[in-house]
């Protein structure tokens, strides 16, 4: 089984929970962000504490 992308879930899984711990983000936001930027770690802390420090 891989997901839209071709990736196992246990790969997004486990990036998303350590993205969610890293900064502070959900587990399904950071899933978003996987799914929306690839797995590349970078862009993706950028965007998490972006979306992190965004004010409602």
Do not use: C, Y
Request: hydrophobic letters at 40%.
């Amino acid at each position: 089984m891989v997901d839209e992308q071709g990736r196992p879930p246990a790969a997004t899984d486990g990036m998303a929970r350590h993205l969610a711990s890293e900064t502070g983000i959900t587990e399904a936001q950071a899933r978003e962000l996987i799914d929306f930027l690839g797995l590349n770690w970078a862009s993706l802390l950028r965007e998490a504490r972006m979306l992190k420090n965004r004010k409602p």
